[in-house]
């Protein structure tokens, strides 16, 4: 509840070039410890709220500053009070205790149970973990020439009894701390954060409690400067801070399903890897400092976010591990000429350094895959928020239909009218691996008639050869080799053979990660247009479900545009950003640029705020 550091001074009533310490209280609801803090530091006064109700009293933590000690003292709930938000609540206790130099567990128990030395253990295994780093974060960040974290506070056991004696009465020659730190060993609690452990007791045989014992011993571990020394008031609060900012957030209220009172998961990013479910091991809010999420264990694949990496091998075996993404171009070709090449040769792997390493159909028999060849695979994890893994070929298709209706426009802006080799282009669309290349196809395969500059080329979907309009007039389904149930051109002669299905080792399929789909969306525009004429404007709507890549967010699934909330309809076209697969309305996702990590080499549509990241320009 307090603000700023100004105001973290004036509400504590002291000087802001005081030097100070900070004391604070720990122990159950109902153990007396704001009473504690009024008669030790402030003669009696009420500085914190006291009740003699069963209920706990105070709620949150509470700060007074003591002019006489010079002090910060800090009042906590009780251990056992809280009833919403328990985890958050046990967790702010820790974030006391780092900042403080001396802690006071207050107990009214008769007997030293065992929940003080759990607590006390687990505080110190804690502290050491997460605090210890994050506070000398804060003292190199902040430029404090004061150790905050080279060790943990000291303690001091405030133990009241009525009907028992005090530990070590028994025997004057048994020292209370050596009994303690037995009992520490017993339990497994190592509490080797703590700059000391000191026992003090007072046995009230009628009320009032007899303070004098712990003001004293106070007062000797307050002016020990060894290992804490008294610092400014801003000091304290911009450590506390540093803290909060740090550890915060939600966490789920299971405490009793814990073996230790801080548990790691509150103070651990919560986030899981979608694709293995393995939590990531850093700090929370570890993304405010630009740190990536990171997991212990390795991860697995998954075909839903394909979280496959792919480095460059040459530079690997320099030292470099250079990452590259399957593109449908080169950066050296033109939009024109780059899917022209793409349509042919298939997707292209670039290196920045070694350059094109890879073609997907350069060599039409026997291409090596390129993890084989040119290229490392690492399989890394998947974590919320983060942007899809799109490392093959899966959304050719849109980039297909996108690179045809980037071509129309230039077209357009141009005034000229489609050349042949666009007219052929669109024409041949995507060849499948089974298919002849046209460069090889100069006679129809039936009647062996030789064609002519301008004569068309079919290719049989059967098959793959290449026939004249006469000898592939036919169409029907070819299951066997993808296209089915909707009827494709097929040549005379496997028309006839329709019956007769292909062996399995004839059956190619193709793998090449959308290639095919790609060419049945090329189908579906040539069905749609009927031919190519004078203009190239392809109705992206009418292919879009058969187009769309993965990441994409389902037509249906989308009702209001993702940045201004509008509600789409007949009037209020969607649109999806290439970069987040998310849907906007025109007005806010007008932006066109290349996004090559999703595989868009050309300017295409994004949002307003996918063009405002840098990371693809």
Not at 239 to 247: G, I, P, Q, Y
């Amino acid at each position: 509840m307090v603000t700023n550091e100004e105001d973290f001074i004036r509400k504590l009533d002291c000087k802001p070039d005081q030097h100070l310490k900070v004391v604070s209280i720990f122990g159950n609801t109902g153990d007396g410890k704001s009473h504690t803090l009024n008669h030790t530091f402030f003669y009696g006064r009420e500085v914190f709220k006291t009740s003699p109700a069963q209920e706990s009293c105070t709620v949150g933590v509470w700060a007074a500053y003591d002019p006489v000690h010079k002090v910060a003292v800090i009042d906590t709930e009780g251990l056992l009070g809280a009833t919403v938000n328990i985890s958050q609540r046990t967790r702010l206790l820790l974030k006391v205790l780092a900042i403080s130099d001396l802690v006071i567990y207050r107990t009214h128990a008769d007997r030293l149970h065992n929940d003080l030395f759990k607590f006390l253990g687990d505080a110190s295994e804690a502290y050491l973990k997460h605090f210890t780093k994050e506070l000398k974060a804060t003292t190199a960040r902040c430029g404090l020439d004061v150790p905050l974290s080279t060790l943990g506070p000291a303690v001091i056991i405030f133990h009241e009894t009525v009907h028992t004696q005090l530990l070590g009465s028994d025997h004057p020659s048994e020292v209370p701390e050596k009994l303690i730190q037995d009992r520490f060993r017993k339990l497994g609690r190592f509490p080797e954060a703590f700059s000391s452990i000191h026992y003090k007791g007072t046995r009230t045989y009628n009320p009032p409690t007899d303070f004098s014992g712990l003001r004293r011993a106070l007062e000797q571990q307050l002016e020990n400067n060894t290992t804490r020394s008294p610092r400014h008031p801003g000091v304290i609060f911009k450590a506390l801070k540093a803290l909060s900012d740090r550890f915060s957030g939600e966490i789920p209220d299971d405490q009793m399903a814990h073996s230790s009172f801080f548990p790691d998961e509150y103070f651990t990013c919560s986030s899981l890897c979608l694709s293995c479910g393995a939590g990531c091991k850093n700090s929370m809010n570890h993304g405010k400092e630009g740190v990536p999420h990171e997991a212990k264990s390795r991860c697995s694949y998954s075909h839903q976010y394909d979280n496959r990496v792919y480095t460059c091998k040459a530079c690997y075996e320099r030292g470099k591990e250079v990452s590259v993404v399957p593109k449908t171009s080169a950066s050296t070709d033109s939009p024109w000429m780059g899917l022209a090449k793409y349509a042919w040769s298939g997707y292209v792997i670039e290196c920045p350094n070694c350059g094109v390493v890879y073609r997907s159909r350069q060599y039409w028999f026997g291409n090596q895959d390129p993890v084989d060849t040119v290229v490392r695979t690492e399989i890394v994890h998947v974590w919320p928020g983060t942007d899809g893994f799109l490392k093959d070929n899966n959304n050719a298709a849109q980039r297909l239909l996108d690179g045809m209706n980037f071509m129309a426009q230039s077209v357009s802006e141009l005034s000229l009218g489609p050349t042949k080799a666009v007219t052929s282009w669109l024409t041949d669309q995507i060849a499948p691996a089974y298919w002849r290349p046209n460069s090889q196809i100069l006679s129809c395969s039936k009647c062996a008639t030789s064609f002519k500059d301008n004569d068309t080329k079919h290719h049989c979907r059967a098959c793959g050869e290449g026939f004249c309009d006469g000898c592939s007039s036919k169409t029907r389904p070819v299951p066997e080799r993808g296209w089915g149930p909707v009827p494709v051109r097929v040549c005379d002669n496997c028309y006839e053979a329709r019956n007769v299905q292909l062996d399995v080792a004839e059956a190619q399929v193709d793998d090449e990660g959308g290639t095919l789909i790609a060419r049945k969306v090329g189908e579906a525009v040539q069905n749609t247009l009927g031919a190519v004429v004078t203009a190239i404007d392809i109705p992206l709507g009418l292919v879009k479900d058969a187009a769309r890549p993965a990441y994409w967010v389902p037509d249906h699934e989308i009702l209001h545009c993702h940045s201004c909330r509008k509600e789409f309809s007949i009037k209020l076209s969607k649109h999806h950003c290439r970069a987040c697969g998310q849907g906007f309305c025109d007005e806010c996702s007008h932006d066109r640029r290349a996004v090559p990590s999703r595989g868009w080499d050309h300017p295409v549509r994004v949002c307003f705020n996918c063009n405002k990241k840098p990371g693809d320009l």
